[in-house]
C-alpha cells in the first residue's frame, strides 16, 4: 500500500514563511456542524457492473467480480457503492429497463451472489445503495406484458395510454432516444407513453396500486441490507394528464417539462413518509430536467423529499447533445457557485465529473493526461457535497477511440446514427468525430485492471473493446506508482474524510473570473482550506486574491511541497494545490 502524500498539518506548520509564526487553531470537531449525517461525510464510488470485473470469463462483469475487487474499494477510502442496475433485463437499455425488480439479471448472477456481496462489503464498512428505475419498466415486465392486451385489462392503469390522432401519436413529445414518445401496440387505437426507448413504457405514478407496488420493492431492498437509492429520472414520475404539444421554445428542452409534472413533490413526500423514513437510508435523485432554481424543491431537509440530487450543467458544460461546443473556465466556475448557492444551508449536493452516460471526464473537461485527471479529482473532492467517483476515473480511464458505428454498443448512440445518419440529416464525417467525443460508451469500455490480455477485466471477450492504452492506464501500474492518479485520488479522499471543513465547510470562489485558475475557500469555524487549481496546460503565475496568505500545503497533485513566497504561485500545467489558510 503506498504511503498517503496528506501532509499533517503539525509536521509542517514550521514550514509557514513569509509571515510569523501563527498560533495552530484546532479544527472544530465535527459535532459543531448542526445537521451531520453520515450521507454528507461519504464518499460514494459508482460500480457499473457489466464492466467491472467479469468472474466467469463470459466476456460480462458481474457480481461475484464486484465481490472480488472489494478490497480495492477499500483501498481507495471509499464509503458508498452505487451499483447501478442489477435486475433481470432484456438489456434494451443496459439494465435501466426492468423486467423484474426482485431478481437479479442472471448474465450478473443469483440473489445468493448479490448476498454474498453485500455481507463482503458491510465486513469492510461500506455501504450499499442500487439503483431505482421506476419512471418506466422494460415492456417484458410482466404488468407490461398484460397491460397491453387491451384496455379492460387490470393492469392497464400501471402505464399511460392515450389515443393517437388521426394515426398520429397522442402529443409531440419526443423520446430520448429518438422519434416520439408515444407507440401503438395491442387492440384499438391506444399508444403508450415512453419518454425513453420503445422498450421502456412509462409508469403510471398516478395509479395508487403503482406507487404501493414501488414502495413494495423498495422495502425488499431495504429489508435486505441496502443503504438507500439513486434514483433514476425521478422528476419525471409525474405527468400533465392533459399531454399539451409542447410549444417550440419547450421543444428544446422537453427534459424541463417533464420534470415539472403537477405531483412530483407529493410523490416524494409520500415516498419518504411511506418508506425512506423507517430506514437509515441515502437517496440521490437524478435531476434531469431540474433548473437550479427548482433545485431545492427536491432536496431541502425540510420538505422531506430527497437528500440530495445530480444537477447535470457541469459535466453537460461542453455539449448540446451528440455536438460538442465550446465552453470555459469562468462558464464552469459559475455553474458550480449557483449549485452551491442553490444548496443552502438546509439542503445537499453531490459533486462529480463524470458516470455511465456521459465521456470520460479526463477527457472532456481535461486534455487526456494524467495531470488533468489529477487537477478534477482535486476538484471534485473539494467541492462541498458529496462526491460520487465513477467506476475507472480514478485510474484517468480515457475516452474510447472510436471511429465506426460498429464499434459502439449503446442504444443511444445506435439511435442517433439512424436518425441523424441514416435519416439524411448530417453525414458520417460530421457525425462520428462528435459522437466519438460524447458517446456514453466512453465511460462503458471495460475497468482496465492490469497490463494481462482485456486489462484483467475478463479471460474470454468483452462484451466491448478495451480501450487500448490500458498497458499503462491501469489499476497495477497505478498501485505502483506513487505519483500516479490512483494514489492521488486516495490522498484526496483521506484528506477529506479527516477534514470536517472539506465536507461541511462553507464554499467561496475567491476569484471567479480568472480564465485560468479555479481558486476557493471552504471555510468551518476558524478552519479554512484553499484550493487551487491551474486548469489548463500552460503554466500560471498567479497571485492570490483578498491578499491570501497560506499556511501550509495539504495536498499538492505535483508534490513539490513548496509553499509560495506571500500570495503569489507559480503553477505548473495542471497543478492543484490544496492549502491551509
Ligand atoms: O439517464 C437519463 C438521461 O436522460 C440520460 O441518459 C441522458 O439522456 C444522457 O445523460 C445523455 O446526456 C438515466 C440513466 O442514467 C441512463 O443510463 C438511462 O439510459 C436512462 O435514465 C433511462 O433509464
Ligand atoms: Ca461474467
Not at 54 to 71: E, F, H, P, Q, R
Not at 318 to 329: A, E, I, Q, Y
Not at 548 to 565: N, T
Amino acid at each position: 500500500m503506498p504511503i498517503p502524500r496528506v501532509r499533517h498539518l503539525l509536521a509542517t506548520a514550521a514550514l509557514v514563511v513569509g509571515f510569523g509564526a501563527i498560533p495552530v487553531v484546532a479544527q472544530p470537531a465535527t459535532t459543531e456542524v448542526a445537521d451531520r449525517r453520515w450521507w454528507k461525510e461519504a464518499v460514494v464510488y459508482q460500480v457499473y457492473p457489466r464492466s467491472f470485473a467479469d468472474s466467469n470469463g463470459d466476456g460480462i462483469g458481474d457480481l461475484n467480480g464486484v465481490t472480488a475487487k472489494l478490497d480495492y474499494l477499500k483501498s481507495l477510502g471509499v464509503d458508498v457503492v452505487w451499483l447501478s442496475p442489477h435486475f433481470d433485463s432484456p438489456n434494451a437499455d443496459n439494465g435501466y429497463d426492468i423486467r423484474d425488480y426482485r431478481k437479479v439479471l442472471a448474465q450478473f448472477g443469483t440473489m445468493a451472489d448479490f448476498d454474498t456481496m453485500l455481507a463482503g462489503m458491510k465486513v469492510r464498512g461500506i455501504k450499499l445503495i442500487i439503483d431505482l428505475v421506476v419512471n418506466h419498466t422494460s415492456d417484458e415486465h410482466h404488468w407490461f406484458t398484460e397491460a397491453k392486451k387491451g384496455p379492460n385489462n387490470p393492469y392497464r392503469d400501471y402505464y399511460i395510454w392515450r389515443p393517437g390522432k388521426a394515426g398520429e401519436p397522442p402529443n409531440n413529445y419526443p423520446a430520448f432516444f429518438g422519434g416520439s414518445a408515444w407507440t401503438k401496440v395491442g387492440p384499438g387505437d391506444e399508444q403508450y407513453l415512453h419518454y425513453f426507448a420503445v422498450k421502456q413504457p412509462d409508469l403510471n405514478w398516478d395509479n395508487p396500486k403503482v406507487r404501493g407496488e414501488v414502495y413494495d420493492l423498495m422495502r425488499f431492498w431495504l429489508d435486505k441490507g441496502v443503504s438507500g437509492f439513486r434514483m433514476d429520472v425521478i422528476p419525471f414520475i409525474s405527468k400533465d394528464p392533459r399531454f399539451p404539444d409542447l410549444n417550440a421554445e419547450q421543444l428544446l428542452h422537453p427534459d424541463q417539462v417533464y420534470a415539472n409534472g403537477p405531483h412530483v413533490h407529493d410523490y416524494l413526500k409520500e415516498m419518504r413518509r411511506e418508506v425512506l423514513s423507517k430506514y437509515d437510508t441515502m437517496s440521490v435523485g437524478e435531476a434531469v430536467g431540474v433548473t437550479p432554481e427548482k433545485g431545492p424543491l427536491f432536496t431541502a431537509a425540510s420538505r422531506g423529499e430527497l437528500d440530495m440530487i445530480f444537477r447535470f450543467e457541469g459535466v453537460n458544460i461542453d455539449r448540446n447533445g451528440w455536438r460538442t461546443k465550446p465552453w470555459s473556465l469562468v462558464d464552469l466556475k459559475k455553474i458550480y457557485g449557483d449549485l452551491d448557492r442553490s444548496a443552502g444551508t438546509d439542503g445537499w449536493n453531490t459533486s462529480f465529473i463524470g458516470n455511465h452516460d456521459k465521456p470520460r471526464a479526463v477527457s472532456h473537461l481535461g486534455d487526456g493526461s494524467p495531470a488533468s485527471a489529477k487537477a478534477l479529482a482535486t476538484m471534485m473532492l473539494t467541492q462541498r457535497g458529496t462526491p460520487f467517483l465513477y467506476q475507472g476515473d480514478e485510474l484517468g480511464m480515457t475516452n474510447f477511440p472510436f471511429t465506426r458505428i460498429e464499434q459502439y454498443d449503446d442504444i443511444s448512440a445506435r439511435n442517433l446514427w439512424r436518425d441523424q445518419v441514416l435519416g439524411g440529416k448530417v453525414t458520417a464525417a460530421e457525425f462520428l468525430p462528435e459522437l466519438a467525443k460524447t458517446s456514453r460508451d466512453n465511460a462503458r469500455t471495460p475497468m482496465q485492471w492490469d497490463k494481462s490480455v482485456n486489462a484483467g477485466f475478463t479471460s474470454g471477450t468483452p462484451w466491448l473493446a478495451v480501450n487500448p492504452n490500458y498497458a499503462t492506464i491501469n489499476v497495477a501500474s497505478e498501485q505502483a506508482d506513487r505519483a500516479s492518479v490512483l494514489n492521488h485520488y486516495r490522498a484526496l479522499v483521506a484528506l477529506r474524510r479527516k477534514t470536517p471543513a472539506l465536507q461541511y465547510g462553507a464554499y467561496d470562489d475567491v476569484d471567479p473570473t480568472h480564465p485560468q485558475v479555479y481558486a476557493y475557500t471552504r471555510t468551518l469555524g476558524a478552519a479554512r482550506y484553499l484550493t487551487v487549481i491551474n486548469f489548463s496546460a500552460t503554466p500560471a503565475a498567479y497571485t492570490l486574491p483578498r491578499g491570501l496568505q497560506v499556511r501550509s500545503v495539504m495536498l499538492d497533485s505535483m508534490e513539490q511541497g513548496v509553499l509560495p513566497a506571500v500570495g503569489r504561485l507559480a503553477l505548473s500545467p495542471w497543478q492543484a494545490v490544496v492549502y491551509r489558510l
